[in-house]
């Protein structure tokens, strides 16, 4: 009979390897390197934290430093590639295989260097489902995460961005894992334990706080008055008729345009406390208005914003806060809320072809999947009812026995017809397909399946594609709201008109919408400033968005 | 400057009682939109001005649908473009046709 504890035992010696260079658990960061060649071995599993916002960057600096002839064949599987260090490993051939989740800035250059076999791809997957992985078959050996501070003992504080960090330390600590955080401090005592120090083994004092990305601030002073249009038809054509309480926003202008005509638009509706009373959203700060008057009961976030530290603090009865009073962010939580416990996602897209799928990749770029393919989908494991949940399943089933129908979640996809520089975002095959082709991936990189999709919504009107009853009628509503691109231009006109008819396709006059109202007076803040002002002085715009 | 002149048989004459209308600004993805109540009541005449070069199916399909969706008869509307997305465009002529109908004060 062999060992039982080979893992535990392989935590003793990295333990006692690395605690050459520490004192207690503190290593210094001048002998980051080091430390890191004596604890990581060749081929070990490594979570190096980062996702669309946070960043353990300089455990990522320190890492891309150690000896490729100590250090080499890593298996990387972490949630975000985002800084240049993530990429550096593999152009040092200290790393060779990759897991991930999203690479939004790193986008090209991780597609040029896929398709130059620098990097041996396992998979793209959503966080969730990453997440997963590292409980089944991508345990970490070794996890490298950020925290604001720590104490002696290891108890570590996090501050709003939380994120990812309990969940990757749950998957590395209980399984014979090291890890190793990097902090701004050590202090005697930390505001609140956000992870208990017996799950984290060396503690790395930085000097300066881990990076965060301001990803979800929109400037209101950039919303077109489409997107405005886009928000109206959202609000009064699907918000309104299907009472969705329950909601995820993705990050996007028209979305912005949404949280922004709230207070606006929606209050002469008479939509208060009807509708959008419950959010598993990050802190946009263009939701402060819609907060301030009182639209909004409660707020779960993945990860925090820089500036509304301040704002979430002030609002606990909104947003999920600690004993120190700041807010706490759970990325897996969030997603799981989001799949499970949200009526509705609605989000932006670059692509969407005629039966529905939809991408953000084009074929230079493989930004990822971050979270929204797991929030825009239906989960099949959901069993309680609601009333948005049970009339979208009415509509695309209407002659089955109502007790066993299943329920669908709205699955919303918004945005002009055209994007940037003219581009459709209607196309004939999706340019993941393309690159799917190009880096040999079994699987394209879709965003949001057809089957999952249910709505569609454009300047020319909303596409409900739950009462399409073939694929024909699908690729015609379709074409019916893409306006004046190529495949809109290419509708059938007698067929779209039935689709209308039969409300598949509501314009904004089928809705009764003014085009007169398409006029930014509508948005309750114009600029980041308002949003500002909205929130009493609370909200501290990063300096990117200070333009005053 | 690319100058474009459309003259369609409009199926609904515009409602209303202004004599014109002016929506949209000149600038850079924007567009402005004059519409002054001219031709007879079955005829819609689009004279578009515009910076970008080369577009002019896509002008005529947004025309052409303009009139045959909105009461555009015995208009004469003038566009100064100024590189403006076709959805913009289709905003700013129903826009310029709903401010037309309002009646005269």
Redesign the interface.
Known sequence: MGSWTTQNDARQRRLAAGGQFAQGKAVAVDKLTSFLEAVIHPGDRVCLEGDNQKQAQVLAQGLVGVDPQKVHDLHMVQSGIVLPEHLDLYERGIARKLDYSYSGPQSRRITTMLADGKIELGAVHTYLELFARYFIDLTPNIALIAAVCADKHGNLYTGPNTEDTPTIVEATAFKGGLVIAQVEKIVDSVPRVDIPGDRVHFVVETGKPFYVEPLFTRDPALI???QI?CAMLAIKGIYAPYQVQRINHGIGFSTAAIELLLPTYGEALGLKGKICTHWALNPHPTLIPAIEAGWVQQIHSFGSEVGMENYMAARPDVYFTGADGSLRSNRAFCQTAGLYACDIFIGSTLQIDLQGNSSTVTATRTAGFGGAPNMGSDPHGRRHPSTPWLKAGEEANPDMAPALRRGRKLVVQIG???GDK?TSLFVENLDAILLADKLKLELAPVMIYADDVTHIV???GIANLLLCRSSAEREQAIRGVA??TELG?GRDAALVDQLRQRRVIQRPEDLGI???D?DRRWLAARSVKDLMVASGGLYNPPSKFRNW | MENLTFTLKAPKAATGTQKQALTGVVASGNLEVLVERVREPNVCEVNIATAAHGFAPVWQAVVEEFVARRAAGGLRISINDGGARPDTVALRLAQGVRLIEENAQ
């Open positions: 077109t008055e489409t249009l002009e017809t055209f003219n454009t300047e020319e306006g004046y231009r003014d085009l007169l398409a």
